[in-house]
């Protein structure tokens, strides 16, 4: 037997010799001459695959297979899927699978599966099928392999199939198995395949191990079942960082931003390790939380720990800083971006956009245009259009919606751009406009367009059309409260009394009930959450009796209660207290008496802000020469100098 060195002295001859001009040759094929030529009496050194392998020369490596023919062995077999496996080389890998056919050698269930593996790497999932279809015999990884390679594609419903057939023909899954099967159980009708899953899992006795817990919580927290997943995370023996996130992740994409928060504080406690994809959770929840302090602090963490810049974290700070009104910190961790996906782009996009700010959002887009790195896509268009909406550009909106129309980016047009129009129509006041605009649409109106208008109308004082709408938003969600609020302040402004006490009477009789307002504000990293007429804050009485005497200092300044606000009927004093315990107004006055004189007040609410308490900001504004940044649900109100840059429409 030759040496490695041997081999590869006479290996490179003859790849010499294949690599000459094929006018030197007196024939074509480089197979055929292989057996012309003089070989060794002795095979060639097993070891030499491998260091051709770990060299990178694969050309090199299947020409000595093919000179070896017959005589490859398993060892050479392996090392050669391995190197084809790793560099996802498909066509090197198919070489190898035809000469296992060709030269009859029968390849255990190890080789069998690495070629699945290989397949799948290679994104040929259909060959990966057929190769575990053609199996005698199966073992748990070859399983395995198919499985997690259908549910890391998305391809559910098969990977759910395909562990059925598993289990039927009596192979045990391993934590490996539960652990990719789990991902797949999605939807309503996965989640409840899931749940056997679980049953089974406990039945094996894997439930703590780690993969497949942190999978079984994340398949909790996807399907909503936010308590079934803290449970399992309790239950873990160890956790590890994927867990953690996972549950933190959870927290944050149903909204529970304070529990994720707390639950994140209390695993750092625990000396939890922390990656991107656990800080881009965290500013998930920060996001909605608008806690800007914890979001700058999280940041600056990320950077003493030279945390790598992911895209992935870097769109989500720009989200942060664009949620919690800090556009100048998201628009520096936008420039400063090597690469920027769509979703960088959108992301500032919709940060301007919700701030009101138009002419940024065009220019942005049109920047966007000129680099032409990333395409627009629809979310761009819908950041653009809102944009134009909330910046009162509703010409331009109209001229970017009909190149649209042509198909200028390839972009199409879905139902959510023309409800963009709609909203745009009706925040200029062309309500009629809006009305036709709906009627000619290629798709039939969501509830969603229909409440836009119906927001028009109220905003507007249509009464004849905010009635119809009404009524039309009444069949399809007959369970909204918002829509019966809405149409309840439409006949209030008319002084339709009787329509609203019918309709009250509609809401009792159905038990329906509205979100709970909720406002809160940031001081020194504390959230400070006040709801309406709360009496349950630390300083509530010194915030009930300030608000009081701001009432009557803004009504000498001009303040008129906007009564209207007030659904229910009762004289109008009862009004004007019900509307001094709004939770806008309760955590603006604790803004006032808890921070210094110049300081800005930055509030948080969940729901739409009403009328009166806009006009009370503007008030706190004008009287103290505050700056008053709000968030509710829509958009974003900075306010300075009693003037909003909403322009008192929202």
């Known amino acids: 037997m030759l040496t490695p060195v041997q081999d590869m002295k006479w290996l490179q001859n003859i790849n010499c010799i294949f690599h000459c001009p094929k006018k030197l040759l007196p024939f074509t094929n480089p197979f055929t001459f ?134 039927r023909s009596d192979t045990q899954p391993n934590d490996f198995t539960f652990a990719s099967v789990l991902t797949s159980c999605t939807g309503a009708s996965g989640f409840g395949l899931g749940s056997q899953i679980h049953s089974l899992i406990i039945k094996s006795k894997f439930e703590s191990h780690i993969y497949v817990g942190s999978s079984l919580l994340d398949m909790y927290a996807k399907a909503g079942k936010i308590h079934e997943a803290r449970r399992v995370f309790e239950c873990l023996p160890e956790r590890d960082v994927v867990s953690c ?112 700010m138009g002419n940024e959002v065009l220019e942005l887009f049109k920047l966007m245009r000129e680099e032409n790195k990333v395409k627009p896509n629809s979310v761009t268009y819908l950041a653009v259009l809102s944009g134009c909406s909330h910046g009162g550009m509703e010409d331009r909106g109209l001229e970017i919606f009909d190149e649209m129309l042509y198909c200028k980016d390839g972009v199409e047009l879905e139902i959510e751009h023309y409800g963009c129009i709609v909203d745009l129509l009706g925040r200029a006041g062309r309500v009629e406009e809006a009305f036709k605009f709906i009627k000619k649409m290629p798709f039939e109106p969501t509830a969603a367009i229909w409440g836009s208008l119906l927001g028009a109308c109220r905003v507007h004082s249509n009464v004849d059309i905010g009635e119809f709408v009404g009524q039309r938003l009444l069949e399809i969600e007959p369970d909204n409260a918002g829509n019966y609020v809405i149409l309840c302040n439409i006949y209030a402004s008319a002084g339709r009394w009787e329509d609203v006490k019918i309709l009250r009477e509609l809401m009792n009789q159905k038990a329906m009930t509205k979100e709970p307002g909720r406002s809160w504000i940031e001081l020194d990293q504390t959230l400070h959450t006040f709801h309406a007429s709360d009496r349950s804050h630390p300083r509530r009485e010194e915030v009930f009796t300030k608000v009081r005497e701001l009432s009557v200092k803004f009504k000498e300044a001009g303040y008129v209660p906007e009564l209207s606000c007030v659904l229910h009927d009762v004289d109008e004093e009862q009004k004007e207290k019900i509307l001094l315990g709004h939770s806008e107004k309760l955590a603006m006055t604790f803004g006032l008496i808890a921070t210094p004189e110049g300081t800005s007040i930055r509030i948080m609410k969940n729901l739409r802000i009403c009328i009166d308490c806009h006009n009370f900001a503007k008030f706190v504004s004008k009287v103290y020469g505050r700056k008053v940044s709000l968030r509710d649900k829509n958009r974003f109100h900075h306010i300075v100098g009693g003037t909003c840059s909403c322009g008192d429409y929202w």
Not at 311 to 325: A, T
């Open 245 to 356: 996130t996972a549950i933190i992740s959870g927290f944050a994409q149903l909204g529970l931003d304070e529990e994720a928060l707390k639950l994140f504080r209390k695993l750092q406690v625990e000396g939890m390790s922390s990656n991107y994809v656990t800080y881009a959770s965290l500013l998930t929840a920060l996001s909605g939380l608008a806690a800007l302090d914890h979001g700058k602090q999280v940041h600056s963490h990320v950077l003493r720990c030279k945390v790598p810049s992911y895209v992935v974290l870097q769109n989500s700070l720009i989200d942060m800083y664009s949620k919690c009104g800090s556009l100048v910190y998201a628009r520096r961790v936008f420039d400063n971006m090597a690469e920027r996906t769509a979703i960088s782009w959108n992301a500032m996009l919709v940060g301007y956009s919700k701030h009101g």
């Open 34 to 167: 292989t057996r012309q030529l003089t070989l060794p009496s002795f095979p060639p050194n097993p070891e030499t695959l491998k260091v051709l392998c770990s060299n990178g020369q694969l050309t090199e490596a299947l020409l000595l297979m093919a000179i070896i023919g017959f005589g490859m062995k398993f060892e050479g077999y392996d090392t050669l899927l391995n190197a084809c496996v790793t560099r996802k080389a498909i066509r090197e890998g198919q070489r190898v699978h035809a000469h296992l056919i060709k030269t009859g050698y029968h390849p255990p269930v190890y080789l069998r599966t690495r070629l699945i593996v290989f397949y799948n790497k290679c994104e040929c999932l259909k060959d990966a099928r057929q190769m575990l279809d053609e199996m005698c015999e199966r073992n748990v990884v070859s399983w395995t392999a198919m499985i997690s390679a259908y549910s890391q594609r998305g391809y559910c419903s098969e990977a759910l199939s395909l562990f059925v057939q598993m289990l």
